[in-house]
């Protein structure tokens, strides 16, 4: 069996979080036009996009993606 290269998990797990971030905040301005990167990390300050299910969804991904980032290093971690 190959060894898991690690390096290469974690810079496509970054690329797919950093396509996210983008697909979040590209909908996000559809929505509030106005709309920062920030803003995104804050929905809650905008009811448009609180209430929004697209946005919600798209959200929930993310926060998917950076919970596998988060497992993956910490099992990366208990193997060293």
């Not at 979080?17 to 909908?27: D, N, P, R, Y």
Request: net charge negative; aromatic share 4%.
């Amino acid at each position: 069996m190959e060894r898991l290269n690690w390096k290469a998990v974690e810079m496509t797990l970054e690329e797919l979080v950093s396509m996210q971030k983008k697909t979040l905040l590209a909908l996000g301005r559809r929505i509030v036009p106005a709309l920062t990167p920030e803003d995104v990390l804050q929905p809650n300050d905008y009811p448009e996009l609180e209430s929004h299910p697209e946005f919600r969804y798209e959200e929930g991904i993310l926060a998917g993606l950076q919970s596998a980032q988060v497992a993956l290093r910490a099992t990366q971690n208990l193997g060293e």
